[in-house]
């Protein structure tokens, strides 16, 4: 067990760039619960082996995104919810958490998970186990084009969870965790969000195409950073296996940021524990509490943009509540949202 009595100033994290085993083909719910198992049995090997080359005193490991399924490729809302997407209390948690529990360390992850509270729906889910075992973080992904969010349910997702349930942060031995989900690093509100709530690591599971040019998502990782005076530990794939898509389509670029935009380590494409690096709380911590221009966090002025952003209505909220929802209605709600803000000369 980890010692929760004595928070630590500084230790090492691993983004580990793993490929994804996708579940697509599977029949059933047996059979892709089965190959979940044999990736985590994967891991088991990999973290165990990444740990021992590394040093013990990594303390943080994030996996890739959607690391045990796979993305959904055709498959109805209540299909891939009923093959694919795992339970909050499920055999999978349980078993990651042995993992975490065994090597005393903090594992982020991101998975497809059902909810008792929303039935016919899943959300794509980041997570974070403490060294018991426990999970002591769950953010579901709020912008997906494909996938539901809890803005869609947005009313009833509050009621459930409340606004520090949408933009949790695990204030831990490891200093304060946060996570987002892919494609969410483009947005900065969500950062911004839980940077307000105190996020000193952003935890990124992600699945993205790796160019050795820079991308918007490594400008946007970057950018993440900076702005929020906070490390990025961002892992992707090393490319998904058992569908059409060519398999090193998403692959390669694994990496971590530190408070003032410095890439500390990258990895190149293929399975790699490449991506760790020194995480330095103390010195985060100090630059946090430094008066100074460099001090963006401390100067940030939110009254200025709030009610620009109270008038403002793009996507809209409580879409998914009502009904059963094929795929057709991500597209259909996107294009209705770029008419209506086009016919007000926003767009």
């Known amino acids: 067990m980890a010692d929760n009595t004595d928070n630590l100033n500084s230790f090492r994290a691993l983004a580990l760039q793993v490929t994804c085993h996708a579940v697509n083909q599977a029949t059933d719910r047996h059979e892709a619960r089965s190959l979940m198992q044999n990736s985590i049995n994967r891991l088991a090997q990999q973290i165990a082996a990444s740990i021992a080359f590394i ?14 399924t796979g993305f959904p ?42 909810d008792p509270n929303f039935p016919g729906l899943y959300f794509q889910t980041c997570f974070i186990l403490d060294p018991s075992g ?3 973080l769950r953010y579901r992904r709020l912008n997906s084009l494909f996938a539901p969010t809890p803005h869609d349910v947005w009313d009833k997702y509050l009621d459930c969870y409340g606004l520090e349930g949408v933009f949790p942060v695990a204030k831990t031995v490891i200093g304060n965790l946060a996570a987002l989900a892919s494609e969410e690093i483009l947005y900065p509100e969500v950062a911004r969000c839980l940077a307000m709530r105190g996020a000193e690591i952003f935890v990124h599971s992600t699945s993205e195409v790796y160019n050795k040019n820079l991308t918007p998502k490594d400008a946007a990782k970057i950018t993440r950073a900076v702005e929020n005076m906070a490390y990025v530990v961002s892992a992707n794939t090393a490319g998904i296996a058992n ?3 060519p398999i090193a389509s998403a692959d390669g670029g694994s990496k971590i940021i530190d408070h003032r935009g410095i890439v500390l380590a990258e990895t190149g494409a293929g399975e790699s524990m490449a991506a760790f690096a020194e995480i ?26 709030a009610e620009s952003y109270h008038q403002s209505h793009f996507y809209p909220a409580n879409t998914m509540l009502e009904g059963e929802i094929d795929r057709k209605h991500f597209l259909q709600t996107q294009q209705a949202t770029i008419d209506r803000l086009a016919q007000l000369g926003i767009i």
């Open 55 to 68: 040093g013990f005193d990594c303390r943080l490991i994030v996996l890739p995104e959607y690391f045990l």
């Open 73 to 114: 490729m055709g498959d109805s809302l209540a299909g891939w919810a009923e093959k694919a997407c795992i339970e909050m209390a499920g055999a999978e948690y349980e078993a990651l958490g042995k993992i975490a529990q065994k090597h005393k360390i903090f594992l982020a992850g991101n998975a497809y998970e059902i």
């Open 134 to 136: 426990s999970i002591v």
């Open 243 to 245: 569908i059409a898509i």
């Open 280 to 305: 330095d709380l103390g010195a985060l911590r100090c630059d946090r509490r430094r008066p100074g221009l460099h001090n963006l966090l401390a100067r940030q002025r939110f009254e200025l943009y």
